[in-house]
């Protein structure tokens, strides 16, 4: 096995890509390092550059192995550490948590622009765009499906915590921040999130950080 895994991550108040790896690796009780590098400072670019050409975080380091994109990182780790449950077990269900968590992965634009990630901050509720209830409404409603096709082992999508919680767990985020009325079944979906181990860990780090983004900080 290479050397130890390093994670290399943005803001924890703000980076919602950067929380996806964060989440998984501390859900299976992987041990890593972490580098947080603080978002919109004059050096942040050459900080990041010096990990990845890509100029974007989260970035896996595990021995000469370079991985980005968070996606692609959560695959490596399930390659990499085959014994953790990363993916669900069974065949269909894996099929539907890979599918839904690279349709979180691409997709959802419109929500993303108009709620960006502050897990700092709670803001009064507000009517959403057009697009951005659309948003919302595929969002959960792929929440509902997978908790009624899978969902009966435990409070996640696919019962056990997956890498598909790992995706969608930024958004959760946005909902309680932009407090957005959810379903029953999405918000019972969202407080299990919320109260996982690995989220309250991330949300007290990040309620310590230094740093303020002015843009993140007003509705």
Same mark, same amino acid.
């Given at each position: 096995m290479p050397a130890d895994l390093?994670?290399?991550?943005?803001n924890k108040a703000y980076s919602s890509w950067s929380m996806r790896p964060w989440l998984a690796l501390k859900a299976n009780g992987v041990a890593f390092r972490e580098t947080v590098i603080a978002l919109d400072l004059p050096d942040t670019a050459g900080k990041i550059k010096a990990y990845s050409a890509a100029g974007k975080v989260p970035v896996l380091?595990?021995?000469?192995?370079?991985?980005?994109?968070?996606?692609?990182?959560?695959?490596y780790l399930?390659?990499?550490f085959p014994d953790k449950a990363w993916w669900p077990s069974d065949r269909q269900a894996r099929a539907t948590a890979?599918?839904?968590?690279?349709?979180m992965h691409g997709g959802f634009s419109s929500l993303r622009q108009a709620m960006p990630m502050n897990v700092r901050k709670v803001f009064p509720a507000s009517?959403?765009?057009d697009a951005v209830a659309a948003d919302i409404a595929r969002i959960t409603a792929i929440w509902? &499906?997978? %908790?009624?096709?899978?969902?009966?082992?435990?409070?996640?999508l696919f019962g056990a915590f997956s890498n598909a919680d790992a995706m969608y767990g930024?958004?959760?985020?946005r909902f309680k921040t932009y407090s957005v009325a959810l379903d029953p079944v999405s918000q019972a979906y969202s407080d299990a999130v919320l109260n996982h181990p690995a989220m309250r860990e991330w949300c007290i780090s990040a309620a310590g950080e230094p740093w303020i983004i002015?843009?993140? &900080?007003? %509705?």
């Open positions: 390093h994670l290399i991550i943005a380091q595990h021995g000469d192995i370079t991985v980005w994109e968070s996606l692609a990182i959560l695959d399930a390659e990499t890979r599918s839904v968590a690279t349709e009517a959403p765009t509902r &499906e997978c %908790r009624e096709t899978f969902g009966r082992g435990g409070p996640f930024p958004v959760v985020t002015t843009k993140y &900080e007003n %509705r």
